[in-house]
């Protein structure tokens, strides 16, 4: 018992005496709006948190932690902390992603971002509640090692943490069928039953990365050689 008393003792001593919280609003640039269903990641923690209805957001971080707030409507923003000690507000302006098309301009949510934006909208509050971050060594101290060990105790985050993972995919899902469409597979490699596309997709499957990241051609292309090793194994 002495020996256990003595450990959280030293935990108590060694732990600093607040976490520095950043606070503020997502602001859209072009109709100076708020923005809602912004993923906050603090890349050094892991610490994730969306901003609330009306734009707002908070967060735990340290001095030259670097936030990341992300949106499928609109460009990264890349923020490092630079404050000392205690709250700090800071407000966020993020661009609006343009989309091209042959002679036309559209500024706006595709159906799959305004999809996307209803359910973070609607399980706003698991998305937001606050998640206990790793610990994080500072000296001879130790920021959240407390916090961190109960929470390993209890398991209170567990589902929490389940829940986000399990979203986070299902939305990584969509996007990627928002791109690697029915439609497309028809036009570009003439099957037409669903059974036999939904094995075309399974058996060609496309990572989310390639999905975020390339052209319209590349999309294509990729189903296209897909289809010649799909017909190769056929014969």
């Given amino acids: 018992m002495p020996r256990l008393l003595y450990l959280l003792l030293l935990l108590l001593l ?43 957001y908070y967060i735990a971080a340290e001095d030259g932690d670097t936030l990341i707030f992300r949106h499928t409507a609109y460009q990264p923003v890349y923020e490092v902390m630079t404050f000392t000690m205690g709250r700090k507000f800071k407000s966020v302006v993020m661009q609006p ?26 399980f706003e509050h698991e998305l937001n509640k606050t998640l206990v971050p790793k610990p994080k060594s500072l000296g001879l101290g130790c920021v959240g090692c407390i916090g961190w060990l109960a929470d390993k105790i209890t398991g209170n985050s567990k589902k929490p943490k389940a829940f986000r993972k399990s979203f986070a995919s299902e939305d990584e899902s969509k996007f990627i069928d928002s791109r690697y469409t029915i439609e497309l597979v028809t036009t570009l ?29 590349e999309i294509k292309a990729f189903i296209r050689n897909s289809y010649k090793q799909y017909m190769r194994k056929k014969d």
């Fill in 97 to 122: 992603i343009i989309f091209k098309l042959k002679e036309a301009t559209i500024k706006g949510r595709t159906k799959y971002q305004q999809d996307s934006l209803e359910l973070h909208q609607q």
């Fill in 189 to 217: 490699t003439g099957i037409r039953d669903s059974d036999s596309i939904a094995v075309f997709k399974y058996t060609y499957p496309m990572e989310y990365d390639f999905a975020r990241n390339a052209t319209d051609l």
């Fill in 14 to 56: 060694t732990q600093p005496v607040a976490a520095q919280v950043m606070e503020g609003m997502v602001i859209d640039r072009e109709s100076n709006n708020f923005i809602p269903g912004v993923a906050i990641l603090n890349k050094h923690s892991g610490a994730v948190v969306f901003s609330n209805t009306n734009g707002g």
